[in-house]
């Protein structure tokens, strides 16, 4: 019989709150029933298995994120302004959150991505900002693997104390997304063959 006041959505927020305190390689079932004392048989009523259980969580720390990158970005103009509000949300959210951010990283199975309502507007956000570019496919799926790569790269770097130089990180954060801006402009449009 559920505890009662145990959820679905009780868990995946307790595991996400774990996976920023401890680390997200830290949420597991046994970590989670002992936040609430129980057994980890009683999570089963709620979650089918710990991979459940983390999907639950990347698609939950997937909507936060877009809902912030989203709130930042509407109402700018496009180009230079809405990259850097985006590109500042996404460094912002993964920086404050580290194990949600981290969860936002695993596979998901992409039936569920499909399903999810965060993960098509992550899509709609991503790829509106980056056809004010003037980028069509598969331009614009190469666009956003850049982005993708370029902005975790950076923040895996700083959350590890890695930039050891005495450059001032921000500094060259805001280069970063000069450059990027710069070449989002100059894209090289991969040739089509028109009878194909």
């Known amino acids: 019989m559920p505890r009662a006041g145990l959820t679905p959505d009780r868990l995946v927020a307790a595991a996400a709150d774990l996976a920023d305190e401890a680390g997200y390689e830290h949420v597991t079932l046994s970590a989670l029933a002992r936040r609430f004392g129980v057994k980890d048989a009683s ?74 309502p965060a993960m098509r507007r992550t899509a709609d956000v991503t790829y509106g900002m980056l056809r004010a570019y003037g980028l069509e496919e598969p331009d614009l799926t190469d666009a956003v693997r850049l982005l993708r790569s370029t902005f975790h790269g950076y923040c895996a770097l700083e959350s590890n104390g890695a930039f050891g130089a005495p450059r001032d990180v921000q500094a060259s954060w805001d280069r970063s997304i000069d450059a990027l801006h710069a070449l989002l402009l100059t894209w090289p449009r991969e040739e089509r063959n028109p009878d194909a």
């Open 43 to 116: 999570l089963y009523t709620h979650v089918r298995s710990l991979k459940d259980l983390r999907t639950r969580l990347a698609l939950l720390a997937g909507g936060e994120m877009i809902d912030r990158i989203a709130a930042a970005v509407e109402g700018r103009e496009a180009g230079r302004d809405t990259l850097a509000a985006f590109a500042g949300a996404y460094r912002a959210y993964a920086l404050e959150h580290p194990g949600r951010y981290a969860a936002t990283q695993i596979p998901v199975d992409q039936d569920l991505l499909a399903d999810s």
